[in-house]
């Protein structure tokens, strides 16, 4: 006669010899397992194969989809606002001459993600912080340029104005 337990729930079972290598179905919890004789005494099947036993059936090393220890949180999920002050704060410093509209609205999508977010921890707060900030910059820096455009025109009209209407050139 072949005693073995079940691997899932433990519940003894006893088969003829003739059953040895067949597959049984656990009637307490479902488990279907190999019978197979279990060594005699405290010696385990690890000591007996030299270290290595082959895992349980239904042994996964890893936890399933969906499944996140006590010690590793679960991620968070992005805030779109965030992402979206982030986009156009980096948009203003590329394109300058749309400075002054997209840096103001990734300054304004970055205070409403931080509002949003609170004191939570979040992924989000880096991303709503660095389109706030990108957002600063760009309308600083269109403002520069615009600046300096209007300073230009203004010197060259200034220059402009200062030379007589009609210039009279030599004759050939």
């Known amino acids: 006669m072949i005693n073995i337990n079940c691997p899932q729930c433990g519940r003894p079972y006893e088969f003829d010899d003739a059953r040895l290598g067949a597959l049984e179905k656990c009637v307490q919890c479902g488990a279907t397992f190999t019978i197979q004789r279990q060594p005699e005494g405290p010696q385990s099947a690890a000591g007996q194969q030299g270290g290595y036993a082959p895992p349980p059936p239904g042994f996964y090393p890893y936890p399933p989809p969906g499944y996140y220890p006590a010690y590793y949180p679960p991620p968070q999920p992005t805030n779109g606002n965030a992402v979206a002050a982030l986009v156009l704060g980096i948009a203003s410093l590329v394109v300058l001459f ?6 103001p609205l990734g300054i304004y999508f970055g205070a409403k993600a931080l509002r949003e977010i ?25 403002a520069l340029i615009v600046l300096f455009y209007v300073v230009m025109i203004v010197v060259f009209v200034g220059l402009a104005s200062h030379h007589p209407p009609h210039m009279q050139y030599p004759a050939d």
Do not use: D, H, K, Y
């Open 98 to 103: 749309l400075g002054f509209i997209l840096g």
């Open 118 to 142: 609170g004191n939570v921890p979040s992924n989000s707060r880096g991303l709503a912080t660095a389109g706030r900030v990108c957002g600063i910059i760009g309308t600083i820096l269109s």
